[in-house]
């Protein structure tokens, strides 16, 4: 048996989206969002569910937050809902949602608890994307008085406030192969809309640095360990231009205030790129103090010969249309399990690997900020439910991500996805991701055998590897 020890001053935690838990919809003036129309449009989620109740956190987040104290958590990951406290995206901010995220702001800090907010997960108001959403400049001005507004509100009380959750979802699963609200599949609308979110994270950036000069700054990537299947030529580049869509696309302007050429080269034929305006990039750049990193499982992919059958398994969901823009010519193949109930491939040296980049941006602190793994859970007749796949799946990544810290990687936190079982966006309620199970039923909140095995290791820093 080994044990591998983490310093006192690791930060473990939870995660959660808002729209994934908070239900009550309709609630208090919330506005609706894209992802309130996508998933009440016919055909567009597993068995038509919606967000409309989800784990009913609005009204349950005190003993939501209850459940994070017992566990021991240092941290608490959530997303703000912007129609909640903006209802239509501009114009007055709507104090009974302010209240709402103040109220759970102080129950954190009350538990001690430090709040991460983020302040976009995936929710943009209806109206926004009524007006064309992200592929227009405006919505990148309409989220910076967003941020002002809840900022101004919340300010330093919030440890860290995190701009956008995934950018890569919201443009290219949103816009290009439409498995994602708003569901458009327009190629150069998805490039168009990676721009102006990394314009909106860089303007809602120095919004946090005016407005609350204390609190940390960051922002959550679901970056892509992208594997070629020879090393042919062809294969090798086809890694490099999905490197460059997935990675390099928020990377480049984020932490070096530049687009990479070969993007720009590479999608030429989709879009001439003229709606970035001189200046942008270096917006986008505002310095960080912590980047986040989202990882579940890896890529592997190879030049398409232009007849053989494809398999397009790349894990982010079936759609005709697909989200890898101007990349027509890269396959992404089936990978070795064991898969978790996603259907994604378990791969937790990938990880090791994905954080080696904390050495290409030195100085660079990360975060994991999702890391988990949906299994089919079953409720035992001891009324227990023993998840030890999901507790295996989190005991290898938290050992891949020790690795990483041995070879000098500056990872100074963990957020398993998720707190609770929750709404997982196209796929509802099937796929359950949390360490606490949620009877949709009643809202009655188990822990599973993970949050146990979870705060065991929060309260002692020591891992338990034996089964490596
Ligand atoms: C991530 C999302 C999160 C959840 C997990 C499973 O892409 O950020 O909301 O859906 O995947």
Redesign the pocket.
């Known amino acids: 048996m080994t044990a591998r020890t983490f310093p006192e001053s690791f930060l473990w935690g939870s995660a959660t ?1 808002a729209y ?1 838990i908070e239900g009550a919809a309709t609630e208090d003036g919330r506005g609706p969002s894209i992802w309130d129309t996508y998933s009440h449009t016919p055909g567009r989620t597993l068995n038509g569910e919606t967000g409309d109740v989800a784990a009913d956190h609005y009204h349950r987040w005190a003993q939501d937050l209850d459940h994070v104290a017992e566990l021991g958590l240092g941290a608490y990951r959530f997303s703000i809902s912007w129609p909640r406290v903006q209802p239509g995206g501009s114009g007055r901010f709507h104090q009974a949602g302010l209240d709402f995220y103040s109220r759970l702001v102080d129950g954190l800090l009350e538990r001690g608890i430090r709040p991460v907010a983020t302040m976009y ?2 929710d943009l108001p209806q109206e926004l994307e009524d007006a064309g959403g992200w592929p227009v400049r405006d919505t990148a001005l309409r989220f910076e008085d967003y941020a002002s507004g809840i900022v101004a509100a919340l300010g330093d009380r919030v440890h860290t406030w995190t701009t956008l ?2 950018p890569w ?1 919201s443009a290219y699963l949103g816009y290009g192969s439409g498995v994602h609200a708003p569901g458009r599949t327009e190629p150069a609308a998805a490039l168009a809309a990676v721009h102006h979110l990394n314009l909106a994270h860089g303007l809602a950036g120095r919004v946090v640095r005016e407005l609350a000069p204390t609190a940390e700054l960051s922002v ?1 990537l ?1 970056l892509h360990v992208i594997r070629p299947a020879s090393d042919s030529a062809a294969d090798v580049d086809a890694a490099r231009r999905i490197d460059a869509l997935a990675n390099r696309a928020f990377l480049g302007p984020m932490l070096t205030g530049a687009y990479p050429a070969d993007l720009l080269a590479d999608t030429a034929g989709v879009t001439d790129w003229s709606f970035v305006r001189s200046g942008d990039e270096k917006v986008a750049a505002v310095p960080l103090d912590v980047l986040g990193v ?1 990882y ?1 499982s890896s890529t592997l992919v190879r030049a398409w010969d232009g007849h053989s059958a494809r398999s397009d398994s790349d894990g982010h969901g079936a759609s005709a249309h697909s989200p890898w823009v101007g990349a027509d010519d890269v396959d992404f193949l089936p990978q070795p399990g064991p898969y978790t109930a ?1 259907g994604w491939n378990i791969d937790p040296p990938a990880l090791t690997e994905l954080l080696r980049l904390g050495r290409e941006y030195p100085g660079q602190p990360l975060m994991i900020t ?1 890391n ?1 793994a ?1 299994f089919d859970d079953a409720v035992s007749a001891d009324g227990r439910i023993h998840d030890d796949r999901r507790i295996d799946y989190l005991r290898r990544h938290i050992g891949a991500m020790a690795d990483a810290r041995e070879q000098g990687v500056d990872v100074r936190g963990y957020f398993v ?2 707190l609770l079982d929750n709404f ?2 196209g796929y509802g309620y099937e796929r359950r ?1 949390g360490i606490i199970r949620v009877d949709y039923d009643t809202q009655e909140r188990t822990w599973k055998d993970s949050a146990h095995w979870y705060r065991r290791l929060a309260a002692t820093g020591e891992l338990d590897q034996a089964r490596d």
Request: charged share 15%; with cysteine; hydrophobic share 35%.
């Open positions: 989206a994934q997960h995936w959750n995934e979802c959550t679901n989202n579940y996603m999702e988990g949906a996805w998720s997982e966006w991701f």
